[in-house]
């Protein structure tokens, strides 16, 4: 489960594009010049890396992209909160960028609420919407209070232990935590001025700010895109109660999907099993992007 073999063995891109005015990074494998691709979102604190077990089974069929959200893992930090329609506007920006008309958009945590919004507000750019554990709807105050704490410190006192730490909460099984995935983030954590954009990160565990940003089921009721939501049996930030939630809500929702053995990253705890489900949700209603 390291990062590079998993994707070594294929052609991938690995770059920068300006979403605006935003230096955004990605990668990318598969048809370059499809205009529909499946796109994955990470979650808070997170990098595109957490999708390297799902980049090329993916790609096999479709164009797929990973990227780091703005204030994100190598990509560039401005200098204010990062609330959803900040998100959602990154969003938008890359795939007019990429030359994406529609994407098959993937989030996991809090790339889940960014998707999720994107779906409500540009049902025009969304084929279909896959929700992976995903934040918005729950509002625990004892949850929030754990990610401030544990993603706080892990770069406030950036070390080896700190962010093997903050690893091993998103792992039901924490040999799963890879020393290439630490080092990674380490690196992520301890760039000049990361601790500022994490704050800037992190303002959505403010109760206030939260409040103006949730998702509720009068706007996950107008997403018009088929929908594939997947929960896990060990999720430290919600119970499969509100995997529900978001199924009842969303008119096009397939039935709930609960992995077992999985905590908070089910596509990179349990990839082959992930692949295949996603794959198949897909098949149902994406156009291959690899040429005949």
């Not at 506007?89 to 790339?111: N, P, T, W, Y």
């Not at 709930?256 to 053995?261: K, N």
């Amino acid at each position: 489960m390291y990062l590079w073999p998993e994707i070594a063995n294929g052609a991938v891109r690995l770059g920068y594009v300006k979403a605006g005015s935003v230096n955004t990074r990605y990668i990318e494998a598969g048809n370059a010049q499809s205009e529909e691709a499946v796109l994955f979102i990470p979650g808070t604190g997170g990098h595109l890396e957490a999708f390297t077990r799902n980049l090329l089974p993916h790609a096999e069929h479709y164009r797929t992209i990973a990227l780091d959200m703005i204030g994100h893992g190598f990509t560039d930090k401005p200098d204010h909160d990062y609330e959803i329609k900040h998100y959602v506007q990154h969003l938008l920006d890359f795939c007019d960028a990429m030359g994406l008309k529609r994407i098959h958009v993937h989030g996991e945590s809090l790339g889940g609420w960014i998707a999720a919004q994107f779906a409500i507000d540009h049902p025009d750019r969304t084929a279909s919407l896959t929700l992976n554990t995903a934040g918005g709807l729950n509002t625990d105050p004892k949850v929030m209070q754990r990610v401030y704490d544990v993603t706080m410190k892990a770069v406030a006192e950036a070390s080896y232990e700190t962010v093997r730490a903050r690893l091993e909460w998103l792992m039901n099984d924490p040999s799963r935590v890879t020393e290439d995935l630490i080092e990674l983030r380490l690196k992520i954590y301890t760039q000049p001025g990361f601790l500022k954009a994490m704050e800037h990160i992190l303002c959505l565990q403010n109760m206030d700010i939260r409040m103006r940003n949730v998702l509720s089921e009068e706007g996950l009721s107008q997403i018009t895109a088929p929908t594939l939501v997947i929960w896990t049996d060990h999720d430290p930030t919600a119970p499969t109660a509100t995997g529900e939630r978001f199924v009842s809500a969303i008119p096009n929702a397939e039935p709930l999907v609960v992995m077992s053995d999985c905590a908070h990253w089910p596509q990179w705890e349990k990839a082959d099993a992930f692949n295949a489900l996603h794959l198949k949700f897909l098949a149902k209603h994406a156009h291959s992007a690899v040429p005949a």
